[in-house]
């Protein structure tokens, strides 16, 4: 998969990064992940009930790394991951025009415009 990475602005003007996520961010997208999901403002997890180890993390990254129509996107501020989104194609051959998008935006950075630049950048990147 290809996304160049892109310079956004919050709605307070801060920079915001948005570029694809690779192995080396499993930790960190890992931790922004059980934040949120332990905030639980309309996550489909409860806290619990997401297991996933770093291991695990980096290999379903480089999963999607590998693949042309997978994505996904980290939103960083100050080199921090803020928020994410990933999409995946449908898994049988009828269903390769479907897809499944997950997201997420860290505690603390709701109502700033993450959600809005990381589903902008998953647009465009299947308008291409």
């Given at each position: 998969?290809?996304?160049?990475?892109?310079?956004?602005?919050?709605?307070?003007?801060?920079?915001?990064?948005?570029?694809?996520?690779?192995?080396?961010?499993?930790a960190?997208?890992?931790?922004?992940?059980r934040?949120?999901?332990?905030?639980?403002?309309?996550?489909?997890?409860?806290?619990?009930?997401?297991?996933?180890?770093?291991?695990?993390?980096?290999a379903?990254?480089?999963?999607?790394?590998?693949?042309?129509?997978?994505?996904?996107?980290?939103?960083?501020?100050?080199?921090?991951?803020?928020?994410?989104?990933?999409?995946?194609?449908?898994?049988?051959?009828?269903?390769?025009?479907?897809?499944?998008?997950?997201?997420?935006?860290?505690?603390?950075?709701?109502?700033?415009?993450?959600?809005?630049?990381?589903?902008?950048?998953?647009?465009?990147?299947?308008?291409?």
């Open positions: 998969m290809f996304f160049a990475v892109e310079t956004h602005s919050l709605k307070d003007g801060a920079p915001i990064t948005l570029r694809c996520g690779v192995e080396d961010d499993a960190a997208l890992l931790a922004v992940t934040a949120y999901i332990h905030q639980n403002d309309g996550m489909v997890w409860e806290p619990e009930e997401y297991q996933k180890t770093e291991d695990e993390m980096r379903w990254i480089h999963s999607m790394l590998h693949s042309d129509a997978e994505l996904l996107l980290l939103a960083l501020v100050d080199g921090n991951v803020v928020g994410n989104i990933d999409f995946h194609i449908g898994p049988r051959a009828r269903l390769r025009h479907t897809g499944t998008v997950g997201m997420g935006v860290a505690p603390g950075y709701g109502g700033r415009g993450v959600g809005e630049i990381v589903r902008g950048g998953l647009v465009g990147w299947g308008e291409e």
